[in-house]
C-alpha cells in the first residue's frame, strides 16, 4: 500500500535535509526545500490545497529551529508524520459503538459514486455488525442498477440476514422506510441502506438520495469512496457534502492503492472522519481507520 507515495515522499525529504545547514532555518530556506515534497504530494494525488497546507506547516514546525545536518532527515521525518497524522485525526466516532448505545433503530446509509464499492462495504459493515451480535436488516435502494437487488440478496443468504426490496423502478425511500418498519416491528436495532451509484453532476439522482434522507433521517451517511480515483475523490466528497451531508467516509481498494493521496486529501478538505479503509473483497476486508498506523506507513 502507497508504495508509490512512500518513494517520492522519502526522496524528497531525504533531498530537502541535505540542503539545510547547520544554521537556524528561515522560512526562506524551507519553502525552497519544500519545493520538491510539494510536487510529490500532487504526484501522489494530493490535491494542491492539501498538498500547501502540509509544507506550510512544516515550514512553521521547522523554523527557527536549529538542526544539525546529521538529525536533518529524522527531524524532517517525524514533522512530516507529525503533520499527516493531524490532518487525518478528525474525531472518528466509533460507528458500532453508536448503534448499541441507541435506543432507537439506527439507519445507516451507504452513498457514493457509480463503482466506488458501496454494496461491498456495507456487506462487510453487516458482518461485523453481526459478529457483535446485532441482526441488521438490508434495505435494497438501489434500484436502477441491473442486478444489484440480487446482488444484496446473494450476500444476505450468506450472512442469513433479511433484505428487504421492492421492483426494480421502485421508489428508494419507500423501500428504505419500509426496512425500517420491518427493523422496528422485528425488534432489529440497525439498518444498511444501499443506494444507487450516482454521478455527483447527476440532479435528478442527487435529488432522489436528498428525499431519501428527508423521509427517512439517516443516522449516518457514510460516503464510500473508491481511493483509486485520485483528485476526483475530492470533488466528490464535496458535492455529496453540499447535496445532504456527510458523517464519514470509507475508503475502498486501498490495498492497491500506490498513491496513498485520496485519504490525506479527502480528510483535509472535507474535514469529515475516515470511519474504515477497505483492503480486499472478503467481509472481513473492512479495517477500522488507525490514522497513526496510516501516517506511518506512508514513510516506513
Not at 526562506?28 to 494525488?45: A, N, P
Not at 434522507?213 to 455529496?240: M, Y
Amino acid at each position: 500500500m502507497f508504495s508509490k507515495f512512500k518513494d517520492r515522499v522519502n526522496d524528497a525529504l531525504a533531498k530537502a535535509s541535505k540542503e539545510i545547514t547547520e544554521k537556524k532555518l528561515t522560512r526562506e530556506d524551507l519553502e525552497r526545500v519544500f519545493g520538491d515534497l510539494k510536487i510529490s504530494l500532487l504526484q501522489s494525488d494530493v490535491a494542491m490545497e492539501t498538498a500547501e497546507e502540509i509544507c506550510s506547516d512544516l515550514t512553521d514546525k521547522l523554523e527557527g529551529k536549529e538542526v544539525k545536518r546529521t538529525e536533518a532527515e529524522n527531524t524532517i521525518k517525524e514533522s512530516f508524520r507529525y503533520t499527516v497524522k493531524n490532518i487525518l485525526s478528525v474525531n472518528v466516532p466509533d460507528v458500532v459503538d453508536s448503534i448499541k448505545s441507541s435506543d432507537d433503530v439506527s439507519l445507516v446509509l451507504f452513498l457514493g459514486f457509480n463503482g466506488s464499492g458501496k454494496t461491498s462495504t456495507l456487506v462487510k459493515f453487516a458482518s461485523i455488525l453481526k459478529n457483535e451480535g446485532f441482526e441488521p436488516v438490508l434495505a435494497a435502494g438501489d434500484t436502477y442498477r441491473a442486478a444489484s437487488i440480487e446482488q444484496l440478496e446473494k450476500h444476505g443468504d450468506k450472512l442469513d440476514l433479511k433484505v428487504v426490496k421492492h421492483d426494480y423502478g421502485s421508489d428508494a425511500a419507500a423501500v428504505i422506510y419500509d426496512a425500517m418498519e420491518h427493523a422496528k416491528a422485528n425488534d432489529r436495532k440497525v439498518v444498511l441502506a444501499d443506494t444507487a451509484g450516482r454521478s455527483h453532476s447527476n440532479t435528478n439522482l442527487m435529488d432522489e438520495l436528498k428525499k431519501i434522507c428527508r423521509v427517512n433521517s439517516p443516522n449516518w451517511k457514510i460516503l464510500v469512496i473508491d481511493s483509486l480515483t485520485g483528485n476526483d475523490s475530492v470533488e466528490q466528497a464535496r458535492r455529496f457534502e453540499d447535496a445532504v451531508g456527510v458523517d464519514g467516509v470509507v475508503l475502498t481498494k486501498m490495498d492497491v492503492n500506490e498513491k496513498g493521496g485520496a485519504a490525506l486529501s479527502v480528510a483535509h478538505t472535507l474535514g469529515k472522519p475516515i470511519l474504515y479503509i477497505g483492503t480486499g473483497q472478503e467481509y472481513e476486508d473492512l479495517e477500522t481507520f488507525n490514522p497513526e498506523a496510516i501516517s506511518r506507513s506512508i514513510l516506513d
